[in-house]
């Protein structure tokens, strides 16, 4: 392990290519052999550029490149050091500590009776249907017609102006993401994120060899200015956001934002990459970014919110010329979404079943963002009436580190808010609390209470209190 600030010192002889790549990929392979550990400080960027007879200026583009994948992060007056795993910083507890814990990590659901009983109903029906042995066989990579034609039905009611012909079954939004930038982007290409967004998108785009550029944000999440700047200074070729329940702050864009937005990706021939997974949350929600772009412009959605994340089932809505592409994008990716599961999905679209269990879903979070409320008076945090997550700004001297550590320790599980973050400083001594997750109210008020309670002592006093 190397824990002080000039013991890291990479052997570049054997890496070709720019330095500054050298570096950063080095710096990836020792965190993912453990040579450096989470926590540990590097060297200053005129130390490390002294010890291996380079500039500081490819320091610098070295750590910032590291930056941008996740591996380190800066805090200024202090240095740069080795982020924690991305998968304990969501929600994972630390090995040896209370297991059996209140899982406020990953951003599940709450799921009960309504689900149980019409997946059973559904499956029971599909076993006696005639149409059973096509439901085992290949389908068309964007669907079959019917399943299209519910997929087309469904992003209808969350206010998308499409239809069929402009519909994609995709196994889950994950994969709808994978697509649109595998037919639309190229790599090298750069692409715009908000600055906190979902991190599902940086191994996507590392994976496809994009460059991911962060926007600046404010309550209404994506800052048109900063992304005029953003199409100024890189040509970025799409913009991927999160319009409405931005993951994690919780921003819900307005009206004016979504024309100003639209106005701009117009302007520079954007592509623009919607996910819109939790609209269903929002019944007064503006219409979505799709709708002021048709041309240029992808929704995309999954029922893992809505219904239930074990169909693996989401939809596109695209503009017919891209359509071909995205086909083709599902074909080299999964061939397609599994037919039975998408029968599933269209069988609870027909017959209002979805809409259901959105309604129920919704009145569920209002009590539990309603307890948060109460539970977590005199702290800051961005909610909202039915969203499944909280955003929670830790009192001082509480970092992102220490809360996930303690709170672990004391069985419940956060996420970091460094998780979410694509641009340096950003999510930090915050937290992302999903309060879908723990199955019932009374388990989701305890999990809060033992937040309140542990983040309104000091770190060192909270970490001896079980």
């Keep these: ?26 710096m990836a392979e020792d965190i993912a052999t453990g040579a450096l550990q989470p926590g540990t400080q590097l060297p200053t960027h005129r130390e490390l550029a ?31 050091f080795v982020r924690r795993r991305i998968g304990r910083d969501m929600g994972e507890i630390p090995a040896g500590a209370n297991r059996g814990g209140i899982d406020f990590g990953l951003n599940f659901p709450p799921m009960g009776t309504t689900e149980r009983d019409a997946f059973s109903d559904a499956l029971k029906e599909i076993a006696d249907s005639r149409d059973l042995m096509n439901l085992m066989a290949y389908a068309p990579h964007g669907g079959a017609p019917r399943h299209r034609q519910a ?24 994969n709808g993401m ?19 967004t979902y991190p599902g998108i940086v191994p996507l785009a590392e994976m496809l060899g994009l460059k991911v550029q962060p926007v600046d944000m404010d309550a209404e999440g994506v800052r048109p200015d900063a992304l005029e700047e953003a199409c100024r200074n890189f040509a970025p070729r799409a913009l991927y956001c999160m319009p409405t329940l931005q993951n994690p702050t919780n921003a819900v864009m307005g009206e004016h934002r979504r024309e100003d937005i639209a106005a701009i990706a117009k302007r520079y021939n954007l592509i623009l990459v919607e996910d819109d997974l939790y609209r269903f949350l929002v019944a007064d929600a503006p ?13 995309i959605t999954s029922a893992a919110k809505q219904l239930a994340p074990g169909l693996r089932i989401g939809g596109i809505s695209a503009p017919r010329a891209m359509v071909p592409k995205l086909e083709r994008a599902m074909r080299a990716s999964t061939w397609m979404a599994s037919p039975a599961m998408a029968e599933v999905f269209s069988l609870w ?34 909610g909202h009436p039915t969203s499944m997550h909280l955003w929670l700004t830790l009192p001082e001297p509480w970092t992102d580190r220490d809360a996930v550590a303690v709170l672990g320790e004391h069985g419940v599980i956060a996420s970091s808010g460094q998780v979410f973050a694509t641009a340096p400083g950003a999510g930090r001594n915050r937290l992302r609390l ?16 033992v937040i309140a309670d542990t983040l309104a002592g000091a770190p060192q006093q909270a970490a001896s209190i079980v």
């Design 151 to 174: 997929a087309a039905d469904w992003m209808r009611a969350l206010g998308v102006e499409t239809d069929a012909g402009r519909a994609i079954v995709t196994t889950g939004g994950q």
């Design 50 to 80: 002294y010890q291996l007879g380079v500039t500081v200026g490819t320091v610098s583009r070295a750590y910032a490149e590291a930056t941008r994948r996740g591996l380190i992060d800066g805090e200024v007056g202090r240095g740069t």
């Design 349 to 382: 679209v027909d017959r209002g079943i979805a809409s259901t269990m959105a309604r129920e879903k919704a009145t569920e979070m209002r009590g539990r963002q309603a307890a948060a409320a109460e539970i977590l008076q005199g702290f800051t945090f961005a």
């Design 178 to 196: 994978l697509a649109a930038f595998a037919a639309l982007v190229q790599a090298g290409d750069t692409i715009l994120v908000e600055k906190l």
């Design 1 to 26: 392990m190397h824990s002080r600030p000039m013991d890291w010192v990479p052997d570049l002889s054997d890496r070709p290519g720019p330095k500054y790549l050298s570096i950063a990929r080095a």
């Design 287 to 299: 219409p979505p970014l799709a709708n002021y772009l048709p041309d240029q412009a992808i929704f």
């Design 434 to 449: 999903s309060l879908g997750n723990p199955k019932d109210l009374k388990i989701v008020r305890h999990g809060l209470g």
